[in-house]
């Protein structure tokens, strides 16, 4: 089945850690996001790509770094830098043809501080 | 860009239609008007979109009045199953430079036996 696949379901960081995050489709979409979703509230953007080896970023992309080298992948780190990285955390995807294109996400990943 | 405006939650219960309400009173000539549904520790599911008057699919009808200023999401016989955040998205949100989406804090739908 064509789809968003993020992986792990859960992830655990330490003080002072960097994690990666895994985001694949097999959609073949140009446009790659992550987003940030904290409990209760709607997402944000914090870094997108509209094609491979080019990214761009978001409203909250402080403390996060990307990487598009492959048009399947866009892999999320989170660095020590990002002083609140407790949340939820969602990919998704879409073609660049039209405005009206809809978002397809993963199940996302969710970040926690040990 | 346009913002949305959708009540924070409602109540129903089972086999009741469901109408939620989503106001964009800056809606763009150009947006289109999504509607997605997230459940807990999921990611959001495109549900319906359109630009004007009225659409239907196996899921939902999306009403979409002349001024294009409000929208109403229209869950037919509701179930259990259907408990979840409902977000109301307009098009500018796919438009220019980003593409992302701009989504709001949702519609907490809570569906009763």
């Known amino acids: 089945d064509g789809g968003i696949t993020q992986s792990p379901k859960y992830l655990f960081r330490k003080e002072g850690q960097n994690v990666t995050l895994s985001c694949e489709q097999n959609?073949?979409?140009?446009?790659m996001y992550w987003y940030r979703q904290d409990p209760g509230q709607g997402l944000r953007l914090i870094y997108y790509?509209?094609?491979?080896?080019?990214?761009q970023k978001g409203d909250i992309a402080e403390g996060y770094s990307v990487s598009r080298e492959k048009k399947e992948s866009f892999p999320l780190t989170v660095t020590s830098a990002q002083k609140n990285p407790t949340a939820f955390y969602l990919c998704?995807?879409?073609?660049?043809?039209?405005?009206?294109?809809?978002?397809?996400f993963g199940d996302g990943t969710r970040l926690s501080i040990l | 860009l346009a913002k949305t405006t959708q009540p924070i939650s409602m109540d129903s219960y089972e086999g009741q239609e469901v109408n939620i309400t989503c106001s964009h009173n800056n809606i763009a000539t150009n947006d289109y008007i999504t509607w997605y549904q997230q459940f807990p520790s999921q990611g959001p599911r495109f549900i319906i979109q359109g630009y004007k008057t009225k659409v239907t699919n196996e899921v939902a009808s999306l009403f979409i009045p002349a001024d294009r200023k409000s929208s109403t999401l229209s869950l037919p016989r509701v179930s259990l199953s259907d408990t979840a955040v409902y977000y109301c998205l307009v098009g500018a949100n796919y438009g220019g430079s980003q593409g992302n989406l701009i989504f709001g804090k949702g519609t907490k739908l809570s569906v009763k036996p």
């Open positions: 959609l073949n979409h140009d446009a």
């Open positions: 790509s509209q094609i491979v080896n080019d990214f």
């Open positions: 998704a995807s879409r073609t660049r043809g039209g405005n009206n294109q809809p978002q397809h």
